[in-house]
């Protein structure tokens, strides 16, 4: 029986909640760290550590990955993660110095990676990707941003400690959805190597700068960002905020990724994908002129239709299933959101913010041109003319 009609929708659907219920206690973490750091006992300048160690890692790890998923199997080891991960959030209310913190966040960082990838391969080998990859992320993204929702009230009513438990009993769930999952298994040839990647295409080359800028610095200075831009604005008030814009982001994740992949599907995914980028980029140029929540809304609009299709992009349509591409596509994904996250941690403090942010944004300009660019290449990029 062919694999694509067999598994349906409702296993990329439970694979994607195994991942959406164990990210409870990670969201809250960003928008909970960089501002209660002294909080934890967690110095200021290891917060970039703390906050991209977990990405650090699946650079090294996503291609072993692959070669794990070939050897035993996708249920496997989604249930081994999902285990791992709820272990982890527990661990941050635990945790009593920095080598307890970076073992954790490892913990998570590996976990994650299965569970992403192994979500990845569920939804690949639906026939219509785009909309199987669109679902998968949505629903993934609902336990983010219940998380992020949630983190006001649990900051004001709950100690740094019990807010962790709480969130780790919350994450439990994972486990039933990773059990239910059927044991495909990847048979998609691996590269030879278990840790090398390929030059980035520029595909993944926009991929790397994005998740520099949006994975990596703005999600962790939004709050900072608040503070400067606005007299008088406590600590409390500046984490609620920076906590509702990035619960918008993991809103807009579940709402738009569903139908930016139907678009996908309907207009083809290099349409989709350019659309989404040129927004983006407009964004981010309202961001560094002064319209912080504005500029927030447009980039967390249009990253998550982009982020939702990229995998499919990079996968060769006429292939069955490759995982491979995708996990090297992650990968640069994981290499920019780990450089960005440690250039916001050293940028909490900098007078020099706002000047990084709009040199990164000038470059993210400069390769959306170079990847349109002719007018009448861009013509063909955008409405696919032949």
């Given at each position: 029986m062919n694999v694509q009609e067999e598994i349906g929708l409702?296993?990329?659907?439970?694979?994607?909640l195994t991942l959406a219920f164990a990210s409870f206690g990670d969201a809250f973490l960003y928008a909970f760290l960089p501002i209660n750091s002294n909080v934890v006992g967690?110095?200021?300048?290891w917060v970039g550590l703390l906050l991209s160690i977990n990405r650090l890692v699946r650079i090294f790890s996503n291609m072993l990955i692959v070669h794990l998923f070939a050897k035993y199997g996708l249920r496997r080891l989604m249930i081994i993660a999902a285990c791992i991960a709820i272990t982890s959030t527990l661990g941050y209310g635990v945790a009593s110095g920095i080598l307890t913190w970076l073992a954790f966040r490892i913990c998570w960082g590996l976990s994650f990676s299965v569970m992403r990838i192994g979500t990845l391969g569920y939804a690949l080998q639906q026939k219509k990707r785009g909309l199987a990859l669109g679902v998968s992320k949505s629903l993934q993204e609902t336990g983010?941003?219940?998380?992020?929702?949630?983190?006001?009230?649990?900051?004001?009513?709950f100690h740094s400690e019990a807010i962790f438990y709480i969130l780790a009993l919350l994450s439990v769930p994972a486990l039933y959805?990773?059990?239910?999952?059927?044991?495909?298994?990847?048979?998609?040839?691996?590269?030879?190597?278990?840790?090398?990647?390929?030059?980035?295409?520029?595909?993944?080359?926009?991929?790397?700068?994005?998740?520099?800028?949006?994975?990596?610095?703005?999600?962790?200075?939004?709050?900072?960002?608040?503070?400067?831009?606005?007299?008088?604005?406590?600590?409390?008030?500046?984490?609620?905020?920076?906590?509702?814009y990035l619960a918008y982001r993991r809103v807009c994740a579940v709402v738009l990724s569903s139908a930016g992949g139907w678009l996908a599907d309907?207009?083809?995914?290099?349409?989709?994908?350019?659309?989404?980028?040129?927004f983006i980029v407009t964004g981010l140029i309202v961001i560094v002129s002064g319209w912080i929540g504005t500029g927030a809304v447009l980039v967390f609009t249009f990253y998550s239709i982009n982020a939702a299709i990229t995998p499919g992009s990079?996968?060769?349509?006429?292939?069955?299933?490759?995982?491979?591409?995708?996990?090297?596509?992650?990968?640069?994904?994981d290499i920019g959101a780990a450089t960005g996250t440690l250039m916001g941690g050293v940028l909490i403090s900098s007078q020099y913010l706002n000047g990084i942010l709009t040199i990164g944004t000038f470059v993210f300009t400069c390769l959306l041109l170079i990847h349109m660019g002719t007018a009448r290449k861009a013509a063909k990029l955008l409405y696919l003319w032949k």
């Open positions: 409702k296993t990329p659907a439970f694979a994607a967690v110095p200021v300048t983010p941003m219940v998380s992020l929702f949630a983190a006001p009230f649990l900051i004001s009513y959805f990773a059990w239910n999952l059927p044991a495909v298994e990847d048979k998609t040839p691996v590269p030879t190597s278990r840790w090398s990647i390929r030059w980035p295409t520029m595909l993944n080359l926009i991929t790397l700068v994005s998740a520099i800028l949006i994975e990596g610095i703005l999600i962790v200075v939004l709050g900072i960002l608040f503070l400067k831009d606005r007299e008088n604005i406590s600590l409390l008030n500046a984490t609620a905020l920076a906590a509702f309907k207009f083809g995914m290099n349409r989709t994908f350019n659309i989404s980028i040129i990079v996968v060769n349509p006429d292939d069955n299933h490759s995982l491979a591409a995708v996990a090297e596509n992650a990968t640069w994904r």
